[in-house]
């Protein structure tokens, strides 16, 4: 090591360099302590925050972003025990019982996960918009024994014969059992007393499976505990009470579920809910319902950033956080442009992580480390490994990164041989992300180990030619993938969307990447496409993009 990088080791009191482990700088006190109380339940926890609230019965909780139908906190609290009830009493769900939930977001949405949380049931939550052959894996695969469904979904599960309970009753539907309607006729019903330990599955969320096929995440209640008290610590350090949030990430994804289904609730905030998000929709709730926060991800700030206006009043944003996937530093620097007077925030997690592990405190941090994706959060430490000889990386040393704490995941349901190979004898989960620290103890994310191009043995970052790609003024997305080649293994392959009216060619794509990056980073394959596959939280399926490669090399066979 020369001594400018003993220089900047020193400076990172984050970096402990005798074990090569970085610490989180926040130390949680007081209120914001992470429970240690063995005997504690995700939702009992949940609910006696809302206690210590200023007037719980007028502070309003949830809105709903179509109606503006609100929900006030007292209201929330009443529900969630009454469905509860109704659950424990109707329907027989008892502790350890997994429910199956398939809705799009709504206010109804916590609700339904912290009444099963609070009789010791298991939430695993489904997207929408999966396939009826997806879905009845996932409720094979989870064990789950009741399912709650919205009525436009139910088709999709005739098949698994599983019993199941509508959100909310269609007028024509006189047969079927409702959400509502359990809460309506549990209102003064009791709970028993149900134990539950921390160390007891509370939630089961199938990861992504952006790169292979998807695996239940088992998380306990500690996790999400853990996760909870650290949300409810940055909303109370960055947000004012009067803030109003915006929510159009799905609740089904860790994002979603962590932020606006449990932590969130904690610091008494308020939530407009979408069902689903649509760019045109979220204009017009940020100006209607004067929205300040708005958790998001990179596909829509690129929205935001290509948005050419439309008479829509967006003054009242203070806050935008990214998450779920890297955002580029040509992505923020366009948004801080645009939107000077916005902190832009973004941010690092995974579902095995309850969904963060860093974030940025101040916008003027994040903006003087534009790629950066924050410091580690309260509770976490972190080590980068060289993913071949598996040394421990100092700051600037790219590696996998290696994070720890107790809101990392208790395994993958059903699978022992890739637990094994995530989560490590000491603890130390493998996030499959090549990244580095900075000498402050800040995060890059440089891209996912598996989706690195290997081209003549040279290793290209896909994320790092999209974030060029999206900085010209004709490209409105792009996606790289590796191509199969004889002579060099794999080569750069770009999928555009094009502008609309561009005359944008092959070449000038390729002669574009061509005069800003090393010559074994040139992009030797370029394909127009309408629309980039993406994964509801906004991560590139580049599964799917390289199957459409090879599909089209066989066509043409």
């Known amino acids: ?40 339940n995700t939702a009992s926890f949940v609910l006696s925050q809302f206690s210590k609230m200023q007037s719980p019965e007028s502070r309003v909780a949830l809105i709903d972003s179509a109606t503006s139908h609100r929900i006030t906190y007292s209201q929330l609290n009443r529900s969630i025990h009454s469905l509860a009830a109704g659950l424990y009493y109707g329907l027989g769900v008892r502790k350890g019982d997994v429910v199956f939930l398939l809705s799009p977001n709504s206010t109804l949405y916590p609700t339904i996960c912290l009444a099963i949380l609070l009789i010791g049931g298991v939430v695993t939550t489904a997207n929408p918009v999966s396939s009826e052959t997806e879905l009845t894996k996932q409720v ?20 698994t014969r599983i019993p199941t309970l509508v959100t909310a009753r269609e007028p024509s539907s006189d047969d079927e059992l409702s959400v509502e309607e359990l809460i309506d006729c549990c209102d003064s019903m009791l709970l028993p007393d149900i134990r539950t330990d921390q160390s007891d599955t509370a939630a089961i969320l199938y990861s992504s499976g952006t790169t292979g096929i998807s695996k239940g995440v088992i998380l306990t209640h500690r996790n999400l505990l853990s996760m909870i008290t650290i949300l409810k610590w940055a909303a109370d350090k960055t947000s004012a009470k009067d803030d109003i949030f915006l929510c159009f990430i799905p609740m089904f994804h860790i994002y979603g579920l962590a932020f606006f289904g449990l932590g969130l609730l904690c610091a008494g905030t308020t939530t407009v809910l979408m069902k689903r998000f649509d760019f045109q929709g979220m204009l017009e709730a940020i100006q209607t319902y004067k929205v300040s926060n708005i958790p998001a991800v990179p596909p829509v700030i690129l929205s935001l950033v290509k948005y050419n206006g439309g008479g829509y009043d967006l003054s009242s944003l203070r806050n935008v956080g990214s998450g779920a996937a890297p955002l580029s530093k040509h992505l923020a620097q366009g948004f801080r442009a645009k939107f000077p007077w916005v902190e832009l925030k973004p941010g690092y997690g995974l579902t095995e992580s309850c969904g963060a592990a860093c974030f940025f405190v101040t916008g003027e941090e994040a903006k003087a480390r534009s790629a950066a994706s924050g410091g580690l959060l309260p509770s976490f430490s972190a080590k980068v490994v060289d993913p071949v000889t598996r040394v421990v990386m100092g700051p600037y040393g790219e590696g996998e990164l290696w994070l720890k704490g107790p809101a990392v995941m208790k395994g993958y349901l059903g ?7 995530t989560i490590d004898s000491d603890g130390w989960l493998r996030t499959g992300d090549l990244c580095y620290f900075d000498e402050d103890g800040y995060l890059f994310v440089v891209d996912r180990i598996k989706e690195l191009i290997k081209y003549n043995g040279y290793q290209v970052a896909p994320a790092e030619l999209e974030a060029i790609l999206l900085n010209h003024p004709h490209i409105l997305d792009a996606a790289v993938i590796p191509f199969e080649d004889e002579e060099a293994g794999e080569v750069p392959m770009a999928y555009i969307v094009g502008a609309k009216g561009s005359e944008l060619s092959e070449d000038q794509v390729i002669q574009y990447i061509a005069g800003q990056v090393a010559p074994h980073k040139k992009i030797r394959r370029v394909a127009f496409i309408d629309e980039i596959p993406k994964s ?4 590139i399926l580049r599964k799917d993009l390289v199957a459409r490669s090879k599909q089209n090399i066989r066509s043409k066979l």
């Open 1 to 40: 090591m020369n001594t400018f990088q003993d220089q900047r080791v020193n400076r990172n009191r984050s970096y402990d360099p005798r074990t090569g482990i970085y610490h989180s700088l926040i130390k949680l006190k007081g209120k914001h302590k992470i429970p240690t109380s063995p005997q504690l």
């Open 140 to 159: 094979l695969d989870s064990g789950a024994k009741l399912a709650i469904a919205a009525h436009e979904e139910l088709h999709k599960l005739v098949s």
């Open 415 to 421: 699978n022992e041989a890739a637990t094994s190979e």
């Open 536 to 539: 509801v939280a906004g991560k």
